[in-house]
Each structure stands twice: as C-alpha cells, then as structure tokens.
C-alpha cells in the first residue's frame, strides 16, 4: 500500500503545482497498484477509499483533484501505520 500512498501523494502535488502530464502519469500508477491489490485483504472503510481513485480521473477541476489526491494519500498513509 506504500507505493499507493506515495503515487497519490505525487499526484497531489502535480496538479498543485500545475504539472497536469506529471499528475496524470501518477494517477495511472495509483490506478494500475490499486488493481493489484486484492481487495479480500482490505478493511471495508478502506475499500470505499480505493473505489474513489478511480473517480479521481473523472473530476474536472486540477484543484479539487489534487486536495482529493492529498486526502486520499493521507488516509491510506495512517492505515500503513495503523497497520491495517
């Protein structure tokens, strides 16, 4: 889930700054390791969580699709540390 966390904290950050390729790229990594996953294995709370990635690529506005990516990255890093 690490590598999740990290592609989305980047996704945050190129839409932040403007970087729309940058982020777009990192919000198809997230994508692609959210598939790998096996969802079995996942709390139920963080199931919802991994079902709005992909919902990340169909906001229209760069900001709210950075604050978004932020977010998720955020609950997704506290779940890595909780160890869930």
Known sequence: MN???????????GYHHGSRNT?????EEAIKRKSEMNKNEVQPYLRRFLNEIDRL????????KAEHAL?????????????E
């Open 3 to 13: 590598t999740r966390v990290q592609a989305l904290k980047r996704v945050a950050l």
């Open 23 to 27: 982020a777009a790229r990192f919000l």
């Open 57 to 64: 690529a169909m906001r229209k506005d760069n900001q709210e």
């Open 71 to 83: 977010l998720l990255s955020t609950v997704f890093q506290n779940a890595v540390v909780a160890g």
